[in-house]
Structures are given as C-alpha cells and as structure tokens.
C-alpha cells in the first residue's frame, strides 16, 4: 500500500510554561512537544513527530514558539484545511497550550536552523505589590531597581562573541550574536527584551539576574564587561527565575528582510519630513 500523501505546515505556538518541565520532549515528563504530539496522533491516527524553533525550560513561557511538522492531507479519509486543523487542535489540547496560527511550510523547513533571530522579553514588577493576575508570568520583587544603571549596562551587552559567562552549550560553542538588549519601564514594571541569532542554555536569565544586580546596586555598568571576558559564570552561575521570561517571536528570513524594508521606508520618511511645524509639535507631545 503506498505511503498517504503529507503536507508541512508551520505552526506558531501559546503557551504557559508553569506546569510544563520544558518545552522539548522528554520521557516521563510533561511536555510542549509532548502534548503537541500527541493531539495531533489523537486527531490524524498517525505518530506525527514536530520540530520546534527553540528550546524553553521548565517554567518558561512563549507567545511566538514556533514548531514545524508534516501531516497526512487526509483525516479518516476527509480532506481539512490548516483553519479547520487548528480548531480541532485547539479543542484537545490542554488550556495552558494553544496553536495561534497555521500555515503551509516548504518541504524540510527547518525552524531552528532556518531562523535569524529569536526575541525574548523578562518581565519584573517592582515595589512589593501583587498582581495576581501575572503571578506566573512576571517576577514581582520588593525593591526597587535603578532603571537608568540597568540601560547603562545593558548598552554593553550586544555584539558577537562569546558569552560563555551567561550560559551553556553542550557542544562547548558558545560564540552568539545579540544585536539588541533594551530595558523598558511602565510604571512599576521594568521589562528587559533581548534579541539574538541563538542563545545559551539560561543566557537569557542570566542577562537578567545581571541587569537586576546592577538595578539593585550590588554591581556596577562598568563591571559588566570584565564578566562577559570571564569564562567562569558570572554572579556563580546564577539566573533569574523562568517565570519572567518569555520567547516572544522568532524571525525567519523574508520577515526579517520585510521589517528591514519598513525601518527603511520610515527612516526615509522621517529625514523627509524634517523638521516642519507639525513634527516639531508631534515630538513634543
């Protein structure tokens, strides 16, 4: 009998990491990939194996993880669309999961060797006041961070090379590429998102727990240099708790070339507008 015929599909994942151990399978313990796979082995009949873009630990949160994988074009003989899939996903898989969108992918699309950066955001609410709404999503402190020294240092983070410091890698390569760190504040939450090619096991926390350090006063902007240059791990190793973080959005190829063309196209815009009265008051508002 021959093979059922397949199409690949592209999927952008939810999810709410605090009861997952991770998001990559792992036997005997609850899984994004887990829990994916096994919907869709639930809805297609058929072991159904899918490929993420990155690895979240246990306790880490996405709203733009993305997983590839191939299906048969046929449920118990009816054909479906990606809409009708994502429904029927969605209506079996576990609350804290959710697919948010689905597309056709290329044959082979690979979503962690085909992305050219990942970004990722830490959430910190300061002042000791609750929130219980985002008790799972966002690390609540009883003091107060300097927000000014943590821009100062996080200036110094981005560039390429090697961030050993801050992470781990099983194959001993710890060269990265960060093109952005930027610390954000509303009010009493301070949100630090990191931009990258790839990042190392507990880099990004560890960017955090640095930047939190310097919030507090314990370390200074221009320690920070002397720690990247270190091989040993900086603050003995330790990170910030996974609750805060977030994998936010990956960035494939054509999307980054379209975002690239649009900064383009506002900057020309921006230099053509100069400094005429209605801009003048626009900036200033």
Excluded at 157 to 184: K, M, Q
Excluded at 204 to 222: K, N, Y
Aim: proline letters at 5%.
């Amino acid at each position: 009998m021959p093979a059922p015929e397949r199409r690949c599909a592209r999927a952008v994942l939810e999810y709410d990491g605090t009861a997952f151990a991770g998001s990559q399978y792992q036997p005997d313990a609850r899984t994004v990939q887990g829990e994916l796979e096994e919907a869709l082995n639930r809805l297609t009949g058929e072991r159904v194996r899918i490929h993420l873009a990155g690895r979240t630990d246990a306790g880490v949160h996405a709203t733009g993880q993305v997983a590839a994988f191939c299906a048969p074009r046929r449920i118990r003989g009816e054909r479906y669309s990606w809409r009708e899939l994502q429904r029927r996903l969605n209506a079996v898989l576990p609350d804290d999961l959710a697919v948010r969108a689905l597309r056709t992918a290329p044959a082979g699309f690979d979503p962690r060797r085909e992305a050219v950066a990942r970004v990722y955001r830490y959430r910190i609410r300061m002042g000791g006041n609750p929130r219980p709404l985002d008790r799972h999503r966002t690390l609540e402190i009883g003091d107060r961070l300097d927000v000014a020294a943590m821009r100062a240092a996080a200036a110094l983070l981005p560039g390429h090379r090697d961030y050993a410091a801050l992470g781990g890698n099983d194959h001993g390569r710890t060269v990265r590429h960060l093109s952005e760190v930027v610390v954000l504040r509303r009010g009493t939450l301070v949100e630090i998102r990191v931009t990258g090619d790839a990042f190392l096991r507990r880099m990004v926390r560890s960017i955090a727990a640095i930047l939190m350090e310097v919030g507090r006063g314990g370390l200074s902007a221009d320690q920070v240099p002397r720690l990247l240059q270190s091989r040993s791990r900086a603050l003995h190793g330790r990170a910030a708790p996974a609750r805060g973080l977030t994998l936010e959005r990956v960035v494939y190829w054509n999307e980054h070339r379209r975002r690239d063309r649009a900064d383009g196209r506002e900057k020309r815009r921006s230099a053509g507008a100069g400094s005429s009265p209605t801009r003048a008051r626009e900036e200033r508002t």
